[in-house]
């Protein structure tokens, strides 16, 4: 049997990642849930330009994110899960905003809101997008500029948005559910304690260090690298973390284009409303089908979230060239953190030393961490 040359591995190497680039996935989504959550994220920018206050709309409109993450399960299951995001996001953003008056503070607020709502996102099974919007809008809000006295109106107005997406999901659900039979909810009675805290440590951890980094490399505005980071990171294996970085650069690179390119049109607030909202729609029909696709216009539109109320203040390719190299320093942090995830004694070392922490803690039995067992 000949053994395989330097030139073959290359160029199976390089079809193997051709391939996992290149699949595009089935999907079984309706057309009326990219529908409805574009309605979700989209209402309040309309009623914001309609009263002349799109930044107003911009901050509700991230509130009304958290309908991405409506189950498919039962009425009473899907509304909890809702009300509870709507809680979990409002509480993140109001943390963010606080931590930008506090610089030093920032990157411990995103590290430990990053350790939670993951912890938290995984013990309850709450899927994708994991803990994704909710780190989104702690870190716009932590680089957003803003006083003290606008922390209750900029709260107020998340509180707002995820609410009005409660109210359109409980409609979506009253028409979906005579559709399609609901799911079962996910079972909680075994969480791993690696999954579910380990995991989430190291997230927490390299989101920090992300920030920390952009921090001491003095980038303006640097929301996007805690945001690219935490995407790449939590892959099920070094594969699909690996997978996720590379989607994410060629996605982002050709969104940052598509960015380029709507940014140097002649913008108004109504025409910002409607590109947003197809653009939302674009999203929710593709993320299930190819995550790289999806990026490409997820890229766009958090710019768009974060920036569109600041339009023609900044120059669109100082805009584009400073969220590229967020994109590349988060994405590096996310693939170091993704190495050091599934590495097997980095995880036994963090998992044996977090044990012995949780079990001085009062009120824990001592047999409250069994061993993990097989997933």
């Not at 391939?19 to 979700?40: E, K």
Request: aromatic share 10%.
């Amino acid at each position: 049997m000949t053994t395989p040359t330097r030139w073959q591995r290359l160029r199976a190497l390089l079809s193997n990642e051709l391939r996992h680039l290149t699949t595009i996935h089935a999907s079984d989504r309706p057309w009326q849930l990219p529908f409805a959550a574009a309605l979700a994220s989209g209402l309040p920018l309309l009623v914001g330009a309609w009263f002349g206050h799109l930044a107003y709309g911009l901050i509700a409109s991230l509130g009304g994110m958290i309908f991405l993450y409506l189950p498919d399960t039962a009425l009473p299951h899907r509304m909890l899960t809702v009300m509870s995001c709507a809680f979990a996001i409002t509480a993140s953003y109001a943390l963010g905003v606080i931590s930008h008056h506090f610089a030093p503070g920032m990157v411990v607020i995103l590290a430990l809101i990053t350790t939670l709502v993951t912890m938290v996102s995984r013990f309850y099974a709450l899927g994708q997008p994991g803990s994704l919007f909710f780190i989104m809008a702690a870190a716009i809000g932590a680089y957003s500029p803003s006083t003290t006295a606008d922390l209750p109106l900029k709260v107020g107005l998340m509180f707002l948005g995820s609410l009005q997406a409660c109210v359109i999901a409980f409609c979506y659900s009253l028409y979906s559910l005579r559709h399609r039979p609901p799911k079962p909810a996910p079972n909680l009675a075994e969480k791993r304690f690696e999954y579910v805290v380990v995991d989430s440590v190291f997230i927490g951890g390299f989101v920090g260090l992300a920030t920390a980094l952009a921090q001491l490399l003095h980038m303006e505005n640097a929301y996007w690298v805690p945001i690219s980071c935490l995407a790449v990171i939590p892959g099920v294996s070094l594969r699909a973390v690996w997978n996720k970085q590379l989607h994410r650069l060629l996605g982002t690179s050709l969104g940052l284009m598509l960015a380029f390119a709507i940014l140097m049109l002649p913008l108004t607030p109504w025409t910002v409303c409607l590109v947003m909202i197809s653009l939302n729609f674009i999203i929710e029909t593709l993320i299930v089908r190819h995550y790289g696709f999806a990026t490409m216009f997820i890229t766009p539109i958090t710019i768009l979230l974060a920036d569109a109320a600041r339009l023609g203040l900044t120059p669109p390719e100082i805009l584009i060239r400073a969220r590229f190299a967020d994109t590349v320093l988060g994405c590096l942090v996310g693939l170091a953190g993704g190495y050091c995830l599934h590495h097997p004694r980095w995880r036994a070392t963090v998992s044996r030393h977090l044990r012995r922490w949780v079990r001085t803690l009062p009120g824990v039995p001592h047999k409250a961490l069994p061993h993990d067992p097989a997933p």
